[in-house]
């Protein structure tokens, strides 16, 4: 059954367990406190789909996933690194807050970038006429990533129930 939140959530319980399917293109994130469970599930897709077992889930969508007897820890340290190389502030002055103070932005406030293909891979608003507060709010909020960069969230095994695979879908 498709999730009501999200298009690409599937969800499928029973009396013994429920499991989680999130689809993103090709790629699959399969999710239970059943092994069984999601053992039958790949075994079923695998005979509709050519598919490529990655096994348990290491890095999706930017996240990178670290498995431990302890627990799950998700972190971006990754992609916030190539961020940071894109922007050129990998030895960049570190700041202690992600924004200034008070700031606000707007489409008009500041002088329009005279080169926005510096700005533009690294956001997702004002991509058609970003100004010099756009940029300069980007690269404080870079700058306060250089210090949090291995910051993430950890899940305690003994709160965490369901086994994450990952799974690809191939041709």
């Not at 009396?15 to 079923?44: A, H, P, R, W």
């Not at 077992?53 to 302890?70: A, K, N, P, Q, R």
Request: some cysteine; glycine content about 4%.
């Amino acid at each position: 059954m498709a999730s009501y939140y999200d298009s690409a959530l599937f969800l499928h319980r029973t009396d013994k367990c429920t499991i989680l399917l999130l689809l993103y293109v090709d790629d699959m994130i399969i999710t239970s406190d059943n092994f069984i469970g999601i053992q039958e599930l790949k075994d079923f897709l695998s005979q509709q789909f050519e598919m490529k077992d990655l096994g348990h889930l290491s890095y999706f969508l930017g996240l990178e996933i670290t498995h431990s007897t302890d627990g799950l820890y998700i972190t971006q340290a990754k992609y916030a690194s190539e961020l940071l190389s894109r922007a050129g502030l990998i030895d960049s002055k570190t700041v202690d807050t992600p924004v200034e103070l008070n700031a606000h932005l707007t489409l008009t406030r500041g002088k329009p970038l005279s080169n926005p293909s510096l700005y533009r891979p690294l956001v997702s608003q004002y991509l058609s006429a970003p100004r010099s507060t756009h940029y300069a709010a980007i690269l404080r909020i870079l700058r306060y990533l250089i210090d949090t960069l291995f910051y993430g969230l950890f899940y305690s095994a003994s709160l965490l129930l369901f086994s994450v695979h990952f799974l690809m879908l191939i041709g």
